[in-house]
């Protein structure tokens, strides 16, 4: 186990250099960085000799290996348009994106497990065709389209839901302000959580449904059914986990990669998250602040990878000592 984490971990960290070395080499396509900071009205002699002091004229190589020295301290830049560090930028804005994603995880797990089981247990059913149906619509809707249906009906005409914003929140520690420990901020979270769950919900509900008939159709299932043990254990205890498998390595990639869609989810809503940070920073082209996001949604996605790689081995034992022998 311990080579597993070892290999992981340098694989890991192999990933972390590609996305930062992508990240600063696209840098160099988003304008020039003088002019965000001195303007136009500055001599071309002051913004020759400023280029210089800031090592803008050294070699490629040299500026990335500078910059690595940096990130690896923390350091990813200076924001333009905040004046602060990007990395504390972002972390101000991460609470806020994270409990959007917990908050469409908690969607996806809580629907997607039961209508899954049941479309595969019942597939001929009026109930299940009525499932599938509804999720192949869903895939099909782009998620900003479904946060505007949302808003349109259940804050404009019905009035029921607040349509932009966090609402209230409470301070846990540090940076963190939390929506999960107001009404209003609950009133706040339950759409956009819903308009971004609705990205992910459908393709879940149509993975669990396939494993699910296949392992049904397996031998064990069968030797299961032969003994007279009861369909619930069957189902829920037999099938289910061998069902999960796949959806543990797909899921978490895809969850991962959600922090990413939030980008439209947070615009739609107004949600003071990283997603709209990042629009707003490409939109001033605020190269550190862009860069930053790059490498700091690249270790989210690295990490819950790693975490997933782990609870697979957890789940399934006998992957784990396949990867222990390799």
Do not use: C
């Not at 209508?115 to 597939?123: C, D, F, H, Q």
């Not at 940076?175 to 609950?186: A, E, I």
């Not at 796949?246 to 990669?257: A, E, F, R, S, Y």
């Amino acid at each position: 186990m311990f080579a597993y984490l070892v290999k992981r971990l340098l694989q890991a960290i192999a990933v972390m250099l590609a996305i930062s070395l992508i990240a600063f080499a696209i840098q160099g396509n988003l304008g020039d960085p003088l002019r965000e900071l001195l303007g136009q009205s500055v001599s071309e002699e002051v913004r020759q000799q400023l280029r210089e002091d800031l090592g803008l004229n050294d070699p490629f190589l040299v500026q990335y290996w500078r910059f690595l020295g940096s990130a690896l301290q923390g350091d990813l830049g200076t924001s333009y348009f905040f004046k602060e560090p990007a990395l504390e930028v972002i972390l101000k804005k991460l609470p806020a994106t994270m409990e959007l994603v917990f908050g469409a995880t908690i969607i996806i797990i809580g629907l997607s497990v039961p209508l899954g089981i049941y479309t595969a247990i019942r597939p001929n059913s009026i109930l299940s065709r009525a499932i599938m149906a509804i999720s192949i619509i869903g895939i099909s809707i782009p998620v900003f389209l479904t946060a505007i249906l949302m808003i349109y009906f259940f804050s404009v005409e019905l009035g029921w839901m607040p349509s932009f914003g966090r609402g209230e929140t409470v301070h846990i520690i540090g940076s963190w302000d939390t929506n999960f420990l107001t009404v209003d901020g609950w009133a706040h979270i339950i759409m956009p959580s819903i308009a971004l769950s609705s990205i992910m919900l459908p393709m879940f509900i149509r993975l669990i449904r396939a494993e699910m008939m296949e392992v049904m159709q397996s031998e064990y299932v069968r030797f299961a059914r032969a003994k007279g043990i009861a369909p619930g254990r069957i189902y829920f205890v037999h099938a289910l986990k061998n069902t999960l498998l796949p959806v543990i390595t797909v899921g978490g990639v895809q969850i991962g990669t959600m922090v990413a869609y939030t980008i439209l989810t947070e615009t739609v809503f107004s949600w003071p998250g990283m997603g709209s940070m990042f629009l707003e920073a490409v939109n001033r082209v605020d190269t550190p602040l862009i860069v930053a996001y790059l490498i700091v949604v690249g270790f989210i996605f690295v990490v819950t990878n790693t975490i997933v790689d782990l609870i697979y081995g957890l789940v399934n034992p006998t992957v784990k000592l396949a990867r222990m022998g390799a």
